[in-house]
């Protein structure tokens, strides 16, 4: 599986960013996603998670209430991605955001459960 995610970029704080994550190299569908950001001088944090079915979604405390994941299974959709919408932007949340997917992950929060990664996407929040 390949993973792009895209979307990062510069913002003033209070401002929103769509980031997407695009999946290719088999089927999408029944993979679990996650969203995980690296802040400067940080370890690497998880942010959110959906499963397959989209029907369980989990957010870390520090984004709850305005970060939204979302995906499109769909087997017309091309690509298949799944999405990070980002509202009410902080400087804290300046990061480099990674998305990842897993067959099984049992422990969401944790990256060692993902079986593949993309490369990361640049978020920078302006005071």
């Known amino acids: 599986v390949q993973l792009q995610a895209s979307g990062g970029g510069l913002v003033q704080a209070g401002g929103s960013l769509r980031l997407s994550c695009a999946a290719s190299?088999?089927?999408?569908?029944?993979?679990?996603m996650g969203w995980f950001r690296q802040r400067p001088g940080k370890d690497r944090e998880f942010v959110a998670f959906i499963t397959w079915k989209g029907d369980l979604i989990y957010y870390a405390d520090s984004v709850k209430d305005r970060f939204t994941i979302s995906r499109d299974n769909a087997p017309n959709a091309v690509p298949n991605t799944v999405t990070l919408q980002m509202n009410n932007l902080k400087p804290e949340d300046t990061a480099v955001y990674y998305c990842?997917?897993?067959?099984?992950?049992?422990?969401?929060?944790?990256?060692?459960?993902?079986?593949?990664w993309g490369r990361g996407t640049q978020v920078t929040v302006s005071s």
């Open positions: 190299g088999r089927p999408f569908g029944n993979l679990h």
């Open positions: 990842a997917a897993g067959d099984v992950v049992p422990n969401y929060d944790r990256e060692r459960e993902y079986d593949y």
